[in-house]
């Protein structure tokens, strides 16, 4: 089958792609090709490994039991506490360890991600993939998007999921790469690249919501650039037969607590979408899109 998916990047949210993942293998689809960017190259990498969707819930809660994981102290990131002076707190402590970038390239260091992606894939190549996988990085160098068709794959998801100033960027060959959401979060393009005719997009985004007038000079800068993201992350969806949505607007990108919640509203979200997913899968439909491009 020439259907392939993009698997978007977002944090947390992102394995709500377990979820979506699990439910189109319950209604018989399974894409031909795969491609991931941050969240979405881990699940992604993974998935493409094994060949099936039956691992990665396993996969998932034990890479969050494990010491390399609880040793990055992402969870330092989640900003929602229990009220507002706890919350209060946490945002103090974020921009606190923000701060702390004007002097060091990110939070976590080199060896302790190294050590996580290693556990997480070992000596395990592009060569070992039973479905065609790509992800994707941006080389802050060239400036050009890089993208991963062969290697290890600890290297190439590394780089990936590096988010600017959270995880080291990933150093090689004269590259500096860091997280492929930065310059394309849903790798829709390289999909087509590998070979995928029609194309079925995960997004984990939502459109920003802000309460109060911006006061300040750096909230205005902050709210374009989370305007910015939104209006392109749609230019590149409008590339996708099929747009797949979980509702996740509710969930932080650090809060990797509830992923039994997250898993599930990937599920629901399949099947709210079922008939339309469906569409994109069928001889038909393949057809008349050929057509309709000449």
Not at 22 to 38: H, N, Q, R, W, Y
Not at 51 to 75: C, M, P, T, Y
Not at 187 to 192: A, C, M, Q, R, V
Request: overall charge positive; charged content about 25%.
């Amino acid at each position: 089958m020439n259907l392939g998916i993009a698997l978007g990047g977002g944090g947390a949210k992102g394995f709500a792609h377990i979820g979506v993942l699990e439910a189109l293998e319950e209604i018989g689809i399974k894409p031909g090709f795969v491609a991931g960017t941050s969240i979405g190259a881990i699940i992604g990498a993974i998935y493409s490994l094994n060949g099936n969707a039956r691992i990665l819930r396993e996969v998932a809660n034990n890479i969050l039991e494990s010491k390399e994981f609880k040793d990055l102290g992402i969870d330092k990131f989640y900003t929602q506490g229990i009220n507002k002076f706890e919350t209060f707190k946490k945002k103090l402590f974020e921009k606190y360890y923000l701060g702390t970038l004007i002097f060091k390239r990110s939070v976590l260091k080199i060896e302790s991600t190294e050590r996580l992606f290693k556990k997480l894939f070992g000596d395990k190549t592009f060569n070992d993939l039973k479905i065609p996988f790509v992800c994707n990085s941006l080389d802050i160098l060239s400036g050009e998007e890089f993208i991963f068709t062969s290697g290890p794959l600890w290297k190439a998801v590394w780089a990936s999921c590096a988010i600017p100033g959270i995880f080291p960027p990933f150093v090689e060959d004269k590259r500096i790469l860091i997280d492929g959401g930065t310059i394309n979060n849903i790798p829709i393009e390289p999909l087509i690249r590998i070979g995928a005719k029609s194309i079925i997009a995960v997004y984990l985004g939502d459109r920003p919501r802000f309460e109060k007038e911006p006061e300040t000079g750096f909230l205005i800068t902050q709210r374009a650039y989370s305007f910015m993201r939104y209006h392109l992350d749609n230019r590149i969806l409008s590339l996708a037969d099929c747009i797949i949505k979980p509702d996740l607007k509710d969930c932080h990108w650090a809060d990797f607590s509830g992923i039994d919640w997250l898993i599930q509203r990937g599920t629901e979200a399949v099947y709210k979408q079922m008939k339309d997913i469906k569409k994109v899968t069928t001889f038909w439909y393949r057809v008349k899109k050929k057509f309709l491009k000449k």
